[in-house]
């Protein structure tokens, strides 16, 4: 726990450095996946246990609801994007943890709901929580798309998952407060995305290509 360690000032500066080791092109590959999933109206699923299983809950009403502009809440036409928790489906956690064991609490869950072309978000600190190790495999031998969201070295979701989103930092604490960070770009990302605003608003980028260019 680096926070043990460090007072507040080192501990953000910690963070800071942290955040310019991250690959940008793993984040951005996760947006534009989640993206597509909603142009294709596939379902994402997102894991994880502990506070990763907050960061799932977290991102899944973020995506599910802010992904929308206010004035299409009530427009049936707006399409939106299919995200759902296996966190949060309590009574189906606990009778198959109950009954046959934790390690399949969240692989049942797909059996049921997930399809070819669907998207998993699998977030484990460690990279080897065996539920979601469990539910990355079933998913990648039917033919969903599958991430893998890691801390410390990565363990063996790192290899398992198809992508990977890393975050080479071995404090729990931390590498859950990076992750959220993340996930709320990749919010504004699929706002902007959806709704053809900021650096996909065509207009804007007229202007933009305009004044780099000097016209």
């Not at 940008?24 to 590959?29: D, S």
């Not at 997930?114 to 539910?135: F, H, K, R, Y």
């Not at 079933?138 to 990977?164: C, E, F, M, P, Q």
Request: glycine share 10%; charged share 25%.
């Amino acid at each position: 726990m680096l926070g043990a360690e460090l007072n507040p000032r080192e501990y953000l500066d910690r963070c800071s450095e942290v955040f310019r080791t991250l690959d940008l092109k793993q984040i951005e590959g996760l947006a534009a996946d989640m993206f597509s999933a909603w142009e294709r109206q596939k379902f994402v699923f997102v894991c994880g246990n502990g506070g990763s299983g907050s960061n799932a809950s977290h991102f899944c009403a973020d995506a599910g609801k802010n992904t929308l502009r206010r004035e299409d809440f009530t427009n049936d036409k707006m399409k939106r994007l299919r995200i759902l928790s296996l966190t949060d489906n309590t009574p189906n956690i606990l009778a198959w943890g109950n009954d046959e064991g934790f390690d399949r609490v969240f692989v049942e869950q797909l059996k049921n709901y997930a399809t070819p072309g669907d998207t998993l978000v699998a977030i484990s600190g460690s990279g080897n929580s065996p539920n979601v190790l469990n539910a990355v495999e079933w998913a990648n031998r039917h033919g969903l798309v599958t991430w893998g969201i890691t801390g410390y070295d990565g363990g063996k979701l790192l290899k398992a998952a198809t992508n990977s989103l890393h975050v080479p930092l071995f404090d729990m604490g931390m590498v859950e407060s990076v992750h959220l960070v993340v996930f709320h770009w990749i919010l504004n990302d699929l706002f902007a995305r959806v709704n053809r605003v900021g650096r996909y608003d065509d207009g804007f980028q007229k202007i933009k290509t305009a004044v780099f260019e000097g016209n």
